[in-house]
């Protein structure tokens, strides 16, 4: 019985340590780390009267260029098909933060601009930007929170020219 109980043990910390590691990679601390601030984002969006906004919707919004953006170039940047952006679109267009424009450089095409609401709405986001910055600088220190910010600028740009090197191979 004691042999039993001694492999049972084992086998439940093994269990316990994968799991650690399956939750604690830098992956998944780094997707937990941004879904947090988004999150927290919506919630001071919605107290400025940014109701009904969506991870969906604010994912749309950031991508969306100052003088407009096309409808392509949107799903592209999000992620999701085509058909999938549109939905999005026509749901911030109904709630009154974008509006449809024929593209100026190609009328066939849809360009998708901020309406009076849509740049309200950026400059409250930007606010809440500083806000959360402010709250995450409180807790790591200054030196701290300028660290976070230099080591992920450098992961991503690392990240950048791995892609860009993989796109000049898929060429030749």
Not at 16 to 44: C, M, N, P, T
Not at 82 to 102: M, N, P, S, W
Not at 149 to 171: F, G, M, P
Request: with cysteine.
């Amino acid at each position: 019985m004691g042999a039993q109980r001694q492999h049972i043990e084992r086998v439940a910390c093994c269990v316990r340590r994968k799991d650690e590691l399956r939750q604690q990679h830098i992956g998944r601390l780094l997707l937990r780390a941004q879904r947090a601030f988004s999150v927290r984002a919506i919630k001071k969006l919605r107290v400025r009267g940014h109701e009904g906004l969506s991870l969906a919707h604010t994912a749309l919004l950031s991508n969306l260029d100052l003088q407009g953006t096309r409808i392509t170039t949107l799903a592209e940047r999000v992620g999701v098909t085509k058909q999938a952006i549109g939905h999005l679109v026509q749901d911030l267009e109904q709630k009154g933060y974008i509006a449809r424009t024929a593209d100026p450089d190609d009328r066939r095409a849809t360009s998708i601009t901020f309406t009076d609401a849509g740049w309200q709405f950026l400059r409250d986001a930007h606010q809440v930007k500083r806000e959360l910055e402010a709250e995450y600088t409180a807790t790591l220190g200054e030196e701290g929170m300028l660290a976070l910010r230099s080591l992920l600028t450098t992961l991503l740009e690392r990240e950048d020219q791995i892609s860009h090197d993989q796109d000049a191979a898929d060429i030749v």
